[in-house]
Structure formats: C-alpha cells, structure tokens
C-alpha cells in the first residue's frame, strides 16, 4: 500500500478494537527479556515500530515466540542475561526503540551499536545520551544523533532533572538504573506517559529485600508526583509478565475524530487505555464541544481501560499548551485536522518537540493540510487554524510519518471529491490493520 485513497461520504457507524498500545508493546518486549521467567503477552502490537524492538531483543540473544501476530511469548534471559549481538542493532524508524534501548545497553557487559533508517538518523539523540554519559555511561552519537556506540560498563546512580517531559527519556534513565550501583533519580517538568513505572512496579514491588537479606524500608520504585526513583539495590530479578495489552488511544484518535466530523456517525471503539497521562486529546476535544462517552470501565494490563463511544458534533476552536501537551503528544496531526472543522480559531503552543517526532510535525501538518485547502498557520512551538473550512480533496504526502498518514486519511473523509495520501504504507508502523478498520466502520478507502 503506498497510495491511499479516500472519499468523503456515508456516516461511520459500528464497532471496532484498534490494536494495541505501541508504548506498551515496546516496553513488554524489552521488559520481558530481562525477567526470570517466561512473559506471555497478549494483545501485541505487531506494527513495524513494535517488530523492530523484537528484531533487537531476538539480537540480544533473548528467545521470543510469536505463536500469533497479536501474541508474543518472551523465555526472559533475566537481568544479566543479554548477549553481545553480532553486528549493529536496527532500530529501523523507531525512536522509541533506540531510546530505550540505549538506557538498557548502557550498563552490559558488552557494546553494541544502534541503528536505523535515514528518518530515525534524523532525530535527536543527545537527549538521552547525555544524562547515560552522567551514569557514567561510554556512548559515542554522531552529531547528536544515532548510530549510538556503547560500550556497556557498570553505570552510576544519581538525580536526573529533565528539560524536556519525554517519557523515552525518563524510561531510558530508569532502565539504565536497574544497571547502576546506587539510586537513580527521574525529575520530569510535565507528566510523561507511565508505562514504564507501572510495568516495572508491576516486576518489581512484589517482594523487596536489600541483596544481603535484611528489608528495605522502600519499595524498589518510588513515585512522588513528576518525580520517579529506582533502587537497584533491591532489585535482584523482573517477575515475568503475564499481560493484555490495551488498545491504543494514539490510534483510537483516528476513528474517533473521523466519526466526530462526519455527520450522523456514531462509534463504539473497544477497550482503549485510557491512562490519564495519554488522554490530553479526550479533554480538549471536550473543550470543543465532542461528547466521548466511556463505558465498561476496567482494567487491563496494570492499566485503566474503557470503551470510547462518540458521535458527531459541531465543533469549536480552542486553546491547547502546558501539560495537556505532553499528554496528547502524539495526537497534534488529527487535532489539526478536528480544528479545520471547527467554528473560530484553535491555537496550539507550548508543542515544540511536534519538530523533532517522525518528521517535523509542525511544517509537514501545516504543508500538507493547505493542500486540502486548510487555513493553518505555523508557529514556532505549535500552529493556529481558522475555520471551519470546506475541505478539498488533493494529493497528499505522508512524509513516511504514518500518524501524518492516518490524519490524512481523516481529512479525506470530510474533504469534497477524492483524497490520495502518499506513502500510504508507513502507516503500518504504528496501527496494521488501519484502512481495514476504516472500512469495516463505513469509511470509503481504497489502496
Ligand atoms: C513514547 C513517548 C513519546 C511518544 C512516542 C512514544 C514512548 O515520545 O511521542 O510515540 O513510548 O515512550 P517522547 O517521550 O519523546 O515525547
């Protein structure tokens, strides 16, 4: 698939599961290796980002079985139980990958080297590269971006305050602290998704004991607001994981905007994660005037789940910045897309680092949209669209950024005439199975 086309037409109508969370596939894959134990997750997801962590994990010497696309099965090699890999690690577009498996690679034995293609060459790896160094980590980038050479080595603990809210950050660092000799310390400025911390509390908070038998008087990992501690010293093994991963509220975004926009729909999409620091998207469009209705209620995976029925309405503009930023990071492509239809002006600040994500989400959402006859502005840390503006079918470029893609593909939905999306294919990075989905909800594609 690397054209997608899209017409504009009947009202979306029925139910759908989007696939799991990208964010805690990854986590489940590298978490999992290093447990004693066997993982058995269910609800994977088999997109191109989540396979390449696979790719690495299996590099590392860690066996894993894929008895089916959406089931993964990890034999842990425990937490010193990686192997040298034989040749350099290919992170491929994932940058997810890349940053957490710095943090992991950084306190082994071994070195090794992380790679990937031009696009995920392009991103910013200092982030990441310079606190490991102040863990005492030995990590060459080139010109502040990968490859990353590591040479593995015994890390140091310490207090991190970071300049940017990145969960990949945070998450790296922790990982590299189960390395360390002492504490390690995550400061966050805003709060970054928590995948990580409720995984690892989940392997590690069942039983503590310091290594020479007497008890600690914490847990192992503490959480004090934006604040995250690791104690390595407590840490003497992961339990396996036994898990269903929810879905993805990154890709339930897509239906449910498309189904806000085009009149009459009405969608049920099932068992999303509605984890408060991923659902920034939730709470603005409620400020535009969406009703998102949560049903069924629960938890799965150490997570908060629901199922998300929404209905068309009239939208209005907005303001977005601060925190709800970072808890919607992701979600900026279909936002702009949410804003072209809505009454007034919605203005988006504070969301710099939409420059440095697959592509610089900020020019290419802008470029891209105009095309379809979309007034958006950029800004230096965010755009502002009037509308709400008639849309025009065009031929449009993903830019191989596959959230760029799918906002697209939502635009095309209210777009007078045809959309034909470039590139189409990328979008299977992060959700297989989208134009199917599409369709099935009413949603005329065509690849
Ligand atoms: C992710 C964190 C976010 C997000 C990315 C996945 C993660 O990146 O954009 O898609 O799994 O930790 P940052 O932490 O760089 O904001």
């Known amino acids: 698939m690397s054209r997608l086309v899209v017409r504009s037409g009947a009202p979306l109508r029925g139910q759908a599961r989007v696939p799991g969370d990208k964010s805690i596939s990854h986590r489940a894959l590298m978490l999992g290796a290093l447990a004693d ?6 609800g994977f997801l088999p997109g191109g980002d989540c396979m ?15 008895p089916d696309e959406t089931t993964v099965v990890i034999y842990g090699n425990g937490l010193r139980g990686l192997q040298r890999p034989d040749a350099p690690l290919d992170c491929v577009r994932s940058g997810t990958t890349m940053r957490l498996l710095a943090g992991i690679l950084a306190g082994q034995d071994f070195d090794s080297v992380l790679s990937g293609d031009p696009q995920l060459l392009r991103r910013p790896m200092r982030r990441v590269v310079e606190p490991l160094r102040a863990m005492g980590a030995d990590i060459s980038d080139t010109d502040g971006h990968g490859p990353l050479v590591i040479h593995g080595r015994k890390l140091h603990g310490g207090e991190h305050t970071l300049t940017v809210a990145s969960a990949q950050v945070k998450s790296a660092l922790l990982l590299a602290g189960l390395f360390a000799d002492a504490p390690t310390t995550v400061r966050q400025p805003g709060p970054s998704r928590d995948h990580t911390e409720r995984m690892l509390k989940a392997q590690v908070n069942g039983k503590w004991q310091m290594a020479n038998g007497e008890s600690a008087t914490q847990p192992p990992l503490v959480i004090d607001g934006l604040t995250v501690t690791l104690n390595p010293a407590i840490v003497d093994r992961l339990e396996p994981l036994k898990m269903v991963v929810p879905g993805d509220i990154s890709s339930a975004a897509f239906p449910l905007v498309a189904a806000l926009l085009v009149p009459d729909s009405e ?12 659902t920034g998207l939730l709470d603005v469009l409620a400020a ?8 069924n209620e629960g938890e799965q995976g150490g997570e908060p789940v629901a199922d998300l029925v929404v209905r068309s309405a009239s939208l209005s503009g907005t303001e977005v910045g601060g925190d709800t930023v970072v808890r919607m990071i992701d ?37 891209e949209l105009r095309k379809l006859g979309a007034q958006i502005e950029p800004q230096d840390d965010g755009f502002i669209v009037t509308g709400p503006t008639r849309l025009r079918g065009a031929t449009v470029d993903s830019h191989g950024d596959h959230r760029l893609g799918m906002a697209l593909a939502v635009a095309g939905l209210v777009a007078e005439g045809e959309t034909a999306i470039e590139n189409a294919e990328r979008i299977a990075d992060s959700f297989p199975g989208f134009v199917g989905i599409m369709q099935g909800l009413g949603g005329d594609f065509t690849v």
């Open 37 to 42: 134990g066997v993982s058995h997750v269910t």
């Open 267 to 278: 969608i049920a999409l099932l068992g999303v994660n509605t984890n408060w620091t991923r």
């Open 52 to 66: 390449a962590t696979l790719g690495c994990m299996r590099a590392l010497g860690v066996c894993i079985e894929q």
């Open 331 to 367: 979600e900026f492509p279909v936002l702009a897309v949410a804003a072209t239809q809505a009454r007034g002006t919605t203005v988006v600040r504070d969301a710099r680092e939409l420059r440095v994500k697959e592509t610089d989400r900020i020019a290419t959402v802008v470029a």
């Open 288 to 295: 535009m005037g969406a009703q998102v209705v949560l049903t």
